[in-house]
């Protein structure tokens, strides 16, 4: 008996700090890559947050909301990560959502339900939040273990860092939805979004080639988890060339061509705005479903 209450102590002694921190699972996940932290994060949570005013839902998409917390939001953008990162098991992919970035030591921005810190900025790895990381496991896997995350709505933003990876094989995009669609719990409503246009024409031209193969994909696998189109003529003219929609230096001059700021992340969604809220009522279950999905290894 001793013995035994000796070895509990000692494990107790030795669990992490985050073990003992609460955790609810968000209802609406939005996950992304760098650009969340450096302009979109706060516009994807407020239009979530308010999805029956934002969407002027109807009487029967009022309904279809009813099944979500709407507050239970979350929102994580991961450095230059993309859907590959999240479905991978080792490897550089699997690097970029847990390596710790060796000059700022954090490698993601978090808002919504599951930031209770001010700071949105975090390490994925370190917090209750934010353990994905387990060996031999994707990230996918880790978060959608039973117990954890079990959203009834996932939204996903992934484009920029794919490019190269989609543009040159329709079959390593599809290869990604695949993984994808395997390790995400069965019967999770889910969308696809590719991410805001950048300030180069020249950068956007090649990101158009790898939508139209991210795009293929998804209707190739045949499956539920609708896609829409981030990149399109409306969104491309909003940003493309557009100095007042990007971080610039104190001269005026555009010095980060890839990250869309805060008032661009407001013009897209108002253009997209349709396009999302079709594709979260085509997801969500017509009435609420009557188990959870389980998760598929």
Same mark, same amino acid.
């Given at each position: 008996?001793?013995?035994?209450?000796?070895?509990?102590?000692?494990?107790?002694?030795?669990?992490?700090?985050?073990?003992?921190?609460?955790?609810?699972?968000?209802?609406?996940?939005?996950?992304?890559?760098?650009?969340?932290?450096?302009?979109?994060?706060?516009?994807?949570?407020?239009?979530?947050?308010?999805?029956?005013?934002?969407?002027?839902?109807?009487?029967?998409?009022?309904?279809?909301?009813?099944?979500?917390?709407?507050?239970?939001?979350?929102?994580?953008?991961?450095?230059? &990560?993309?859907?590959?990162?999240? =479905? @991978?098991?080792?490897? $550089? /992919?699997?690097?970029? *959502?847990?390596?710790?970035?060796? !000059?700022?030591?954090?490698?993601?921005?978090?808002?919504?339900?599951?930031?209770?810190?001010?700071?949105?900025?975090?390490?994925?790895?370190?917090?209750?939040?934010?353990?994905?990381?387990?060996?031999?496991?994707?990230?996918?896997?880790?978060?959608?273990?039973?117990?954890?995350?079990?959203?009834?709505?996932?939204?996903?933003?992934?484009?920029?860092?794919?490019?190269?990876?989609?543009?040159?094989?329709?079959?390593?995009?599809?290869?990604?939805?695949?993984?994808?669609?395997?390790?995400?719990?069965?019967?999770?409503?889910?969308?696809?979004?590719?991410?805001?246009? &950048?300030?180069?024409?020249?950068? =956007? @031209?090649?990101?158009? $080639? /790898?939508?139209?193969? *991210?795009?293929?994909?998804?209707? !190739?696998?045949?499956?539920?988890?609708?896609?829409?189109?981030?990149?399109?003529?409306?969104?491309?003219?909003?940003?493309?060339?557009?100095?007042?929609?990007?971080?610039?230096?104190?001269?005026?001059?555009?010095?980060?061509?890839?990250?869309?700021?805060?008032?661009?992340?407001?013009?897209?969604?108002?253009?997209?705005?349709?396009?999302?809220?079709?594709?979260?009522?085509?997801?969500?279950?017509?009435?609420?479903?009557?188990?959870?999905?389980?998760?598929?290894?």
């Amino acid at each position: 008996m001793r013995h035994a209450l000796a070895f509990a102590l000692t494990l107790a002694c030795a669990a992490p700090a985050w073990a003992a921190e609460p955790f609810t699972s968000p209802d609406i996940l939005i996950l992304g890559d760098s650009q969340i932290p450096f302009g979109t994060g706060p516009v994807f949570l407020d239009f979530f947050k308010n999805l029956e005013t934002r969407c002027n839902a109807s009487p029967a998409q009022k309904a279809q909301l009813s099944q979500l917390d709407t507050q239970k939001t979350a929102v994580i953008g991961v450095r230059s &990560s993309s859907l590959h990162s999240w =479905t @991978a098991r080792s490897g $550089k /992919a699997k690097g970029a *959502i847990c390596d710790v970035d060796p !000059k700022w030591k954090v490698n993601a921005g978090t808002f919504g339900t599951i930031n209770t810190t001010g700071n949105k900025y975090a390490q994925i790895g370190r917090g209750r939040p934010y353990q994905f990381c387990k060996k031999d496991h994707s990230a996918f896997e880790a978060m959608f273990a039973p117990g954890y995350y079990a959203p009834k709505l996932l939204f996903m933003s992934f484009l920029g860092n794919s490019t190269s990876r989609w543009s040159g094989s329709r079959q390593l995009a599809l290869q990604d939805v695949k993984n994808m669609l395997s390790q995400v719990p069965q019967g999770t409503p889910c969308v696809f979004m590719t991410t805001l246009p &950048s300030y180069s024409g020249k950068v =956007t @031209a090649k990101r158009l $080639k /790898a939508q139209e193969n *991210i795009r293929w994909a998804f209707k !190739k696998a045949g499956k539920s988890c609708t896609f829409i189109e981030g990149a399109n003529q409306q969104t491309i003219a909003a940003n493309q060339g557009n100095r007042n929609h990007f971080r610039r230096t104190k001269a005026g001059k555009v010095k980060d061509i890839y990250h869309p700021n805060e008032r661009a992340a407001r013009k897209f969604f108002s253009i997209e705005m349709k396009s999302i809220c079709k594709a979260v009522f085509k997801e969500l279950p017509k009435t609420a479903p009557t188990h959870r999905p389980t998760v598929t290894r």
